[in-house]
């Protein structure tokens, strides 16, 4: 699954970096940075990339997602520098979908405040961020497989 998002993220974008442990991903031909963790969650990752990048605009995908497309994923970061605003987050049926957003470099501050005042709800810290709310109409491009199960179903 990760080698079919990281396909889709560098089309969309023009490269792609995993944040994990470069120990697990090594043999994946990926560049990977590690997590800079903690405990906390998913917002570490997005502080490891915004401390890691040299980009100003930044498309961050979970890699539980396998029917994102390129195609999905440029409308986003297409979108995301039209708005200008710090952050651009889908929201599907199901609510906001911040591990399929498009940041902003200068999130940083805000991301390193949350990680240090305890705010590691992903959904309430991309709030506080003003964020460009992006209206999916279809959910199936955000739905999560996190296990084999899920994949039997699909």
């Known amino acids: ?24 991903y090594q043999s ?3 560049p990977v940075v590690a997590d800079a963790d903690g405990g906390y969650g998913p917002l570490s990752g ?5 401390n890691a990048t040299k980009f100003d605009w930044n498309l961050v ?10 195609r999905f994923l440029t409308g986003l ?3 995301a520098r039209t708005e200008g605003k710090t952050c651009l987050v889908p929201q599907t049926s199901q609510g906001l979908e911040p ?14 405040y949350a990680v240090h ?10 709030k506080t961020l003003d964020p460009f709310i992006w209206p999916v ?17 699909k």
């Open 1 to 24: 699954m990760i080698e079919v998002i990281a396909e889709a993220v560098r089309e969309a974008a023009g490269n792609v970096t995993l944040v994990g442990a470069p120990e697990r």
């Open 28 to 30: 994946m031909k990926i």
């Open 46 to 50: 997005l502080f490891t990339v915004l």
């Open 61 to 70: 995908v979970a890699c539980d997602m396998p029917r994102l497309t390129a």
């Open 77 to 79: 970061l297409e979108r």
């Open 99 to 112: 591990l399929c957003a498009v940041y902003h470099r200068r999130a940083l501050p805000s991301v390193d």
């Open 117 to 126: 005042h305890n705010v590691l709800k992903m959904q309430d810290f991309v």
């Open 137 to 153: 109409p279809h959910d199936v491009f955000l739905e999560n497989w996190n296990t084999p199960q899920d994949l039997a179903i």
